[in-house]
């Protein structure tokens, strides 16, 4: 893949829409601007204007097949659009979690310490990348895409069971991060001899042995899904989240262990570089250069759902901070929130693009890290371990705690 591309991340489609509906609730969204996306204009003005050369378009966000048929020909009837003007299409296909709707039977989600289902959203759950039955699932879904017309599978979300709690107390971990389901039980078991720790407190030597398990677990499933994206010469990528956070122990994958198995790693971050030259994705210039693989980043301002349309100065601002560091922009086309309303980027609204300004771009890399004095208390540190996948689930589930809480989201990603 060349230095130089400029990716477009546009979820779109019927099954964004329906995604959408999923996640959250009672949105507003401007359905139209989500169906016009792939069209050959929209896309001709997105090459004019922001130079993009690659596109991830939505092919599966985990709906049960007979539900989201209709999003599979919804991108493959458009993707002559970008073929007629040489730009390669990724499908975007969601990771290790799927919309339970349909497939409540399946043996494959991941549990708990507590033998508990993990919330993934609002009536999705976090599957375990050790499931050869999941495994098997979207090997069939990728190999469906054999000579499409598609140039790349991108798997989004690679996290392996439980979410890690982000703070925590002298880097050492207290709330269950992973899966201890059937199959990772066995197989832990197998390759230490021991059971999964239940609780992480109790012998670091054990937690950390399974953690290194819970990373070469989620390492196992991106390289298996990269054979057979190979088999088909797709190129392959996922995502990693912002580095500057503790990823091993939060997702449970590893971005050095990962590197090796894909073509491109986009990194989804908050740092939208700024004027001020406080903010801005220097880091991920040092990163990139440690890795042989190219990277793509896509940076937020708030988050996903929380920003509203990016504005021209925006764009340019991205574009020549990614020229200045050398990495590839992946511009973000879809998922506003303009005035409460759902909408993808409105690109008639935008004018060829000028660079003739020169900015100052920040250097800042240093990674602050935040300290949680609170968790020195046992008896809070037992309160999270024991009420966190609870706490979780109704933050996704229930609308009132979730309006409740709504404030808190940017804080925590911020
Ligand atoms: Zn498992």
Not at 263 to 269: A, G, H, Q, S
């Amino acid at each position: 893949m060349q230095k130089k591309s400029v990716g477009y991340y546009c979820w779109a489609g019927p099954g964004t829409i329906r995604m959408i509906h999923t996640k959250f609730f009672s949105p507003k969204i401007n359905e139209q601007s989500l169906l016009e996306s792939y069209d050959y204009d929209y896309i001709a003005r997105t090459q004019d204007i922001l130079g993009v050369t690659d596109y991830w378009v939505t092919y599966s966000w985990g709906f049960h097949p007979n539900i989201e048929k209709e999003d599979y020909s919804f991108i493959l009837s458009r993707l002559k659009n970008f073929h007629k003007l040489g730009i390669k299409v990724h499908a975007y296909i969601q990771g290790p979690n799927v919309v339970r709707e349909g497939f409540e039977d399946k043996k494959w989600y991941a549990k708990d310490h507590n033998n508990r289902n993990v919330s993934y959203y609002r009536n999705r759950d976090v599957v375990c990348v050790n499931s050869q039955e999941y495994r098997d699932f979207t090997a069939q879904k990728i190999l469906s895409l054999k000579d499409s017309g598609f140039s790349g599978i991108f798997i989004d979300n690679i996290q392996m069971g439980q979410l890690g709690m982000p703070l925590y107390y002298n880097n050492k971990p207290f709330v269950f991060a992973g899966c201890a389901c059937e199959i990772c039980s066995q197989k832990f078991k197998q390759s230490s001899g021991h059971e999964i720790p239940r609780d992480f407190e109790k012998d670091p030597h054990i937690t950390a042995e399974y953690l290194k398990f819970r990373t070469n677990s989620t390492t196992g499933f991106v390289s298996e899904l990269q054979g057979v994206a190979k088999s088909i010469n797709m190129q392959f990528g996922v995502n990693t989240f912002d580095p500057k956070k503790e990823n091993e122990y939060i997702y449970g994958s590893s971005l050095g262990q990962l590197a090796p198995h894909l073509d491109y790693i986009l990194i989804e971050n908050h740092s939208f570089p700024n004027t001020t030259g406080k903010q801005g994705n220097r880091y991920v210039q040092k990163l990139a250069m440690n890795l042989n693989t190219p990277i793509y980043v896509l940076p937020y301002k708030i988050g996903i759902g929380y920003d509203s349309e990016f504005s021209y100065n925006d764009f340019v601002m991205q574009l020549s901070e990614a020229e200045h560091f050398n990495v590839n922009p992946m511009i973000k086309g879809s998922e506003y929130t303009s005035r409460g309303i759902w909408h993808n980027l409105n690109i008639s609204r935008l004018k060829p693009l000028r660079y003739a300004k020169k900015f100052k771009f920040s250097t800042i890399h240093h990674i602050k890290k935040k300290s949680m004095a609170m968790l020195h208390i046992p008896g809070i540190r037992y309160a999270i371990k024991n009420h966190y996948n609870t706490a979780y689930r109704m933050f996704m589930e229930n609308r009132l705690v979730r309006d409740l809480f709504a404030w808190a989201y940017p804080l925590a990603v911020a």
